[in-house]
């Protein structure tokens, strides 16, 4: 390797290094700051805990109510995981595998709407849901709106997955017998679990983490509160106590970070390897 490359090599090992480490340092300094103690965080707000105090993340469970929002945020996740997924996977492969009339206007809407902001859409949201009367609806008004917002992109993505398939593994299907459904169900789906799982991904970011809606959708009620807006609220009763904010912040952040740790392979998993031999 000459010096210039070489050079060049280094240069882009430091500039990755220095982003990793601004991404990191945020994590690891809420880490730090819910295994102190109140005086301890005031007192030196960069020191590593001389002794972890892990009655912090008890304390925080306890009080903050976080195991009642975390499960009303487990079942709005769930719910609308699950519904993008089915709804997403079945439109994405009518537009790209059946005669479907318009089928690349309707994909161009789609991303579209990826475009539009989602504050846009809040005030019209709103009114609709109010006169419809679905905020008496637990987790209802919150999941609507999530697909909403899930689907177009989820949609765009499946669509471009499912027409890289080659065709000569679907017409080998047909050939052999097999019906439209039976493909779909036998060799298509299975085929995409990489692609749904890495939407899955993306998309329980998204609804673990809202909190606009989710706080407009629960203002009049405290049935359904999701875990972004009773961090909030455990902010606004315990101003001055960063290191409780910061052991409730940490437990919200295992579930995204267990789920990628169970679908990373995904990410690097050939979606249609061995499906067509060369």
């Not at 899955?200 to 009049?220: K, P, R």
């Not at 970070?257 to 392979?265: A, H, P, R, Y």
Request: proline share 4%.
């Amino acid at each position: 390797m000459s010096i210039k490359r070489w050079d060049s090599a280094l240069l882009i090992r430091i500039i990755l290094f220095m982003l990793a480490a601004l991404t990191l340092y945020p994590v690891l300094f809420t880490v730090f700051t819910s295994l102190k103690t109140s005086d301890e965080f005031y007192s030196n707000l960069w020191s590593i805990p001389s002794q972890f105090h892990y009655e912090n993340y008890v304390e925080a469970f306890q009080t903050a109510r976080l195991g009642d929002y975390m499960g009303n945020s487990i079942m709005i996740a769930v719910l609308s995981l699950f519904t993008c997924s089915v709804l997403a996977t079945f439109a994405a492969y009518s537009l790209a595998r059946l005669r479907v009339p318009f089928a690349g206007a309707i994909v161009g809407v789609l991303f579209l709407l990826q475009i539009l902001p989602g504050e846009s859409m809040i005030i019209p949201l709103y009114m609709m849901m109010t006169k419809l009367a679905i905020f008496k609806v637990i987790y209802l008004p919150i999941v609507i709106a999530y697909l909403g917002w899930m689907l177009p992109g989820t949609i765009v993505i499946l669509w471009n997955f499912f027409r890289s398939i080659p065709d000569e593994l679907l017409e080998a299907a047909r050939i052999d017998g097999s019906s439209e459904m039976n493909t779909m169900f036998r060799i298509v789906f299975p085929l995409a679990g990489g692609a749904v799982a890495t939407c899955t991904v993306f998309n329980f970011g998204f609804v673990w983490g809202e909190l606009m809606w989710a706080q407009i959708a629960t203002l009049t009620t405290e049935r359904g509160v999701p875990i972004s807006v009773g961090l909030i609220n455990f902010q606004g009763q315990y101003t001055t106590n960063w290191t409780l904010m910061s052991a409730g912040m940490c437990m919200v952040l295992l579930p995204l970070i267990l789920l990628f740790i169970i679908l990373q392979k995904y990410f690097v998993q050939g979606l249609t390897s061995g499906g067509v031999k060369g």
